[in-house]
């Protein structure tokens, strides 16, 4: 059974839908996803066995918000400036950055995120962003996209001889258990306030 893709999401519940405005719009969109994406990733909270860091949060959010052209735009911004140099990653610095950092231990995630992106822009598309267990669904299919290729790459720059689960799977579960409950929550309660804002 086909999947249909033309329900709205959620950037386009709001504002100009055609036309130059809509053009600005997107950019000035894409710009704040950027910006998202780079603050997100810097954010980190204390926590049992490591801390959590925000950034796969505002991936899947975005993806979710965004649909999967804007989205897609929006994490490749988000690479290119990354690949540039700049310190926009979680575990990047001014001394750790660029198209080495991306190609070290991060790289396989990093792919992850935009496969992630991807398939979250597609679900919205779909209208799993109106339900929470739709969405939570999603979120744990984006999880997957990041970790499959970051687990993948580990295993293959370090070997598989090495503890690839116990470095890149099992230290993160727990956050990433909360921060996907968070984001199934968060967009179909963003679709709730704009219906009853139009009523």
Same mark, same amino acid.
């Given at each position: 059974?086909?999947? +249909?893709?033309? %329900?709205?999401?959620?950037?386009?519940?709001?504002?100009? !839908?055609?036309?130059?405005?809509?053009?600005?719009?997107?950019?000035?969109?894409?710009?704040?996803?950027?910006?998202?994406?780079?603050?997100?990733?810097? *954010?980190?909270?204390?926590?049992?066995?490591?801390?959590?860091?925000?950034?796969?949060?505002?991936?899947?959010?975005?993806?979710? +918000?965004?649909?999967?052209?804007?989205?897609? $735009?929006?994490?490749?911004?988000?690479?290119? *400036?990354?690949?540039?140099?700049? %310190?926009?990653?979680?575990? !990047? !610095?001014?001394?750790?950055?660029?198209?080495?950092?991306?190609?070290?231990?991060?790289?396989?995630? @990093?792919?992850?995120?935009?496969?992630?992106?991807?398939?979250?822009?597609?679900?919205?598309? +779909?209208?799993?962003?109106? !339900?929470?267990?739709?969405?939570?669904?999603?979120?744990? *299919?984006?999880?997957?996209?990041?970790?499959?290729?970051?687990?993948?790459?580990?295993?293959?720059?370090? #070997?598989? %001889?090495?503890?690839?689960?116990?470095?890149? $799977?099992?230290?993160?579960?727990?956050? %990433?258990?909360?921060?996907? #409950?968070?984001?199934? $929550?968060?967009?179909?309660? @963003?679709?709730?306030? *704009?219906?009853?804002?139009?009523?």
């Amino acid at each position: 059974m086909a999947i +249909a893709l033309n %329900d709205r999401v959620l950037t386009e519940a709001f504002g100009p !839908s055609a036309g130059t405005a809509l053009r600005i719009k997107q950019a000035a969109m894409v710009v704040v996803g950027i910006a998202a994406l780079v603050i997100f990733a810097k *954010i980190r909270i204390p926590m049992w066995p490591v801390p959590i860091t925000m950034g796969t949060f505002a991936v899947l959010t975005i993806g979710a +918000a965004y649909g999967p052209r804007l989205g897609l $735009l929006t994490i490749l911004g988000y690479m290119i *400036i990354g690949a540039l140099g700049f %310190d926009v990653f979680a575990g !990047s !610095s001014a001394e750790a950055n660029g198209l080495t950092y991306m190609m070290g231990g991060t790289g396989g995630y @990093l792919l992850g995120y935009v496969l992630a992106t991807l398939a979250l822009g597609f679900a919205a598309r +779909a209208g799993w962003d109106r !339900s929470v267990l739709m969405m939570a669904a999603a979120m744990l *299919i984006g999880n997957a996209l990041i970790y499959v290729p970051g687990l993948a790459w580990l295993g293959m720059l370090y #070997g598989w %001889d090495q503890p690839i689960l116990q470095w890149g $799977l099992t230290p993160f579960l727990i956050g %990433d258990a909360l921060k996907l #409950g968070l984001a199934a $929550l968060l967009v179909p309660g @963003l679709w709730k306030l *704009i219906g009853s804002a139009r009523r």
